[in-house]
């Protein structure tokens, strides 16, 4: 099983779920963002709107994706 972990390294680990569970959350605000510009639109308000919708969709998850691959290894070296 081994060791128990001290404090500083529960704090750690809590603060990694914690940072893991608020990218969850801000990447489903980025797609609940795009749904709510896109939907209920008329065909023409959304040939103006989707492209804009899904290119700050697609940055949104860029970002994000960047920082959960800088959590990975602060993850790893805890």
Same mark, same amino acid.
């Given at each position: +099983?081994?060791?128990? +972990? @001290? $404090?500083? =390294?529960?704090?750690?680990? !809590?603060?990694?779920?914690?940072?893991? *569970? #608020?990218?969850?959350? *801000? =990447? %489903?605000? %980025?797609?609940?963002?795009? #749904? =709510?510009?896109?939907?209920?639109? @008329?065909? #023409? /308000?959304?040939?103006?709107?989707?492209?804009?919708?899904? $290119? /700050? #969709? @697609?940055?949104?998850? /860029?970002?994000?994706? !960047?920082?959960?691959?800088?959590?990975?290894?602060?993850? *790893?070296? %805890?």
């Amino acid at each position: +099983m081994g060791r128990p +972990m @001290s $404090a500083d =390294e529960e704090r750690r680990v !809590t603060g990694q779920r914690e940072a893991h *569970e #608020l990218l969850l959350i *801000e =990447e %489903a605000d %980025a797609w609940f963002e795009y #749904l =709510e510009a896109t939907r209920g639109q @008329s065909v #023409l /308000r959304y040939k103006e709107v989707e492209p804009w919708a899904w $290119a /700050r #969709l @697609s940055q949104r998850l /860029r970002a994000i994706r !960047t920082r959960r691959a800088k959590l990975k290894p602060a993850a *790893e070296a %805890a």
